[in-house]
């Protein structure tokens, strides 16, 4: 009695914080854990019931891991995995490099109205869909009336079947991700590097220290801690693909297949065919336990190198 007399107390006296954090709880419950009953349909060959979601479950067949193999049996499973894997871990380390380096430039402009204006132009491209994207991307890609196209015959080269040629597309989908994630990443890191206390980078110019050194000893060790956090969050999701980027702007051609397609466009095709929800889970639940394992192990590793900066 008396640990929950203390429980009690406890929440009286932080009753004005818990009631702040309560909204952020409850979208975390509906959303991310009641959900999680329904990845026993991952072992399932769900069928859909007259009498709802649960009826539905209880009686599909139960298939165990059988769901899981056509992530792993089918020909493409090398290609959709090594796709997936190799187009994130380039996504991290340039979108980190990338996103740090321009956090770093603004942060150094001294006219702030013009730094403002720049941190927009930059942030606006992460609230545009991929879909309107992939228009922009048509415009300049089109073989017929794309202006790359029209540039290059004006110049007396051939135009460049760009829908068809699997050449560019690693450079074009690694460019297009930049352009729309880095304006949002560097306004993290933007925060971070306007909270260092100035009286650090006082000292360092009275010792002479010019602004690379500046940058080198006291801004990207003092943003380090979440520049960790930041990536170890990413590597938890190196085994997701952004579905708009892959599906939406290469307009699902077949024959960039070959460089395009990743887990989630691979499910999402096998979803269309076939209609099993119990495939599409099952490749959910995969991509969610690989994340987390990977999340586990590189946390691991970070706290054996310094524990200070782990995420946990």
Known sequence: MKALRNVARGFYRNKAFLLMVLPGAVWFLLFSYLPMVGTVVAFKQYRFHRDGFW?????SKWLGLNNFEFLFTTNDAFVITRNTILYNAVFIVSGLVVSVMMAVILSEIANKKLAKLYQTGMFLPHFLSWIIVSYFAFSFLSVDKGVL????????????????DTTYWPYILVAMNLWKTVGYSSVIYLAAI???????YEAAMIDGANKWQQVRNITLPMIRPLIVVLTLLAIGRIFYADFGLFYQVPRNSG????VT?????????????SGEIGMTTAAGLYQSLVGFILVLT????VRKIDKDQALF
Request: aromatic share 18%.
């Open 298 to 301: 590189s946390n691991y590793v």
């Open 261 to 273: 397609n990743v887990i989630d466009t691979y499910v999402f095709r096998g979803l269309k065919v």
């Open 55 to 59: 009826a539905s479950i209880v009686n």
């Open 255 to 258: 024959s960039l297949y070959p």
């Open 194 to 200: 306007v909270g260092i206390d100035r009286s650090y």
């Open 149 to 164: 196209n029209r540039i290059i015959a004006f110049f007396g080269g051939e135009a460049v079947p760009w829908y068809s």
